[in-house]
């Protein structure tokens, strides 16, 4: 899935290593939350049943986490910077966010940021079933419920996402197709727990003004948060707070909303599945919605949500300018990512120059591309 996913990104982006960029100044940041947890799982049980010498040769590289992002950079002449980002469900999420920073400030002129994750195994169940991260419901349509009255845990999912983020002078150059420019990323940690957001959402809030911090916005200034939403109830009451906390008074046509409803939690992959939707929402001026609710959970959620809109069920038209994504992981680790409307002269920066992002590649539940 991540090669299929950086093999969409670079089409989609028109670079090539060596003809319209010079091959030290791309790079791959693209990282996974669990590695190659298929690929120990089915060794083990050879190594138990058959014993080391039935172990294959292609155990480590297999199972270690840079090979995600090393697969990469061999296939497209990737010779710049290359670092694999492993913060949990917030991988990805940290993953476009460094490779924002090290475009902005020179290490390269295209950088190729994702996530890559392929968790559906009895060991993966196993583990998460049993430290009550996963759900179980019993009832299909009730599976995978974001800030649902019935939530109680999250489902499973598989798949890949890769953005190319570009330097704005490099991409206008030559002529690249944009998509929409990078504004800021927030980055935390809770100090709290392995696996518990803290209840006070501190460390969530935290990341998210950053992020609007180092974008020069307002919080009025944001439109839609695809939020991190996982249908947990410790995340979803930590993630209601922060966003009340933040956003009342404030911004009080703010919509948001879980995808995660519609493709489970792709863990590492999660943040830049995520981003595509918020980018493609920019794009299209379409929010998605959080997808599940009942008439009954429409009335627990209106009286959560306050004067936010969490777009239950069916999406909405709306004027997008700015979006935010946010991904909060086990290890306290919380991320926050903005993206702006490009048009014309990007928001000029005195102390570096801006990021545009000019490529996608997807893979999720939903479909390839």
């Known amino acids: 899935d991540r090669m299929a996913a950086a093999a969409q990104a670079m089409q989609d982006s028109g670079l090539k290593s060596g003809e319209n960029i010079e091959a030290e100044r791309l ?26 010498r039935h172990v294959s040769p292609f155990l480590i590289p297999m199972m270690i986490g840079n090979i995600a992002g090393g697969n990469i950079a061999i296939r497209y002449d990737a ?49 998460f079933a049993n430290c009550k991260a996963l759900t179980e419901a019993t009832d299909p349509e009730a599976a995978s419920l974001p800030f649902d009255r019935r939530r109680a845990g999250f489902v499973l999912g598989e798949g890949a996402a ?36 803290r209840p006070d959402g501190e460390g969530q809030m935290s990341a998210i003004r950053g992020a609007i911090a180092e974008a020069g916005l307002t919080e009025a200034d944001i439109d839609y948060v695809n939020a991190h939403g996982t249908g947990t109830a410790k995340n979803d009451e930590a993630e209601f707070l922060s966003l009340h906390t933040i956003f009342d008074g404030k911004n009080d046509s703010l919509s948001v909303s ?8 792709c863990l590492g992959a999660a943040g830049a599945i995520e981003a595509v939707f918020a980018i493609k929402a920019l794009v299209e001026n379409t929010v998605p919605p959080t997808i599940g609710y009942s008439d009954a959970d ?22 997008l300018d ?17 993206f702006g409307r490009q048009a014309g002269e990007p928001r000029r920066r005195p102390d570096a120059p801006d990021i545009l992002l000019t490529g996608i590649g997807l893979v999720t539940p939903l479909g390839n591309g």
């Open 79 to 127: 010779e710049g910077p290359n670092l694999p980002v492993v913060t949990a469900c917030a991988t990805s999420t940290n993953a476009i966010g460094e490779a924002f920073r090290a475009v902005r400030y020179g290490y390269a002129d295209a950088i190729l940021a994702g996530g890559s994750e392929a968790t559906v195994n009895p060991l993966a169940i196993g583990g």
């Open 258 to 265: 879980s995808t995660k409803a519609m493709t489970g939690h």
């Open 298 to 319: 429409l009335t627990v959620l209106a009286e959560k949500a306050g004067k936010l809109d969490f777009c239950p069920n069916v999406p909405r038209r709306k004027q």
């Open 162 to 197: 890769v953005v190319v983020l570009e330097n704005y002078d490099h991409a206008v150059a030559r002529g690249a197709h944009i998509y929409c420019e990078i504004l800021g990323s927030g980055i935390s940690s809770d100090a709290h727990h392995i696996t518990a957001p």
């Open 322 to 338: 700015a979006v935010m994504n946010n991904s909060f992981a086990f290890g306290g680790n919380n991320a926050s990512i903005i």
């Open 27 to 52: 790079g791959v940041y693209v990282g996974s939350g669990c590695g190659g947890i298929n690929t120990i799982s089915d060794q083990c049980f050879k190594f138990f049943e058959s014993g080391p």
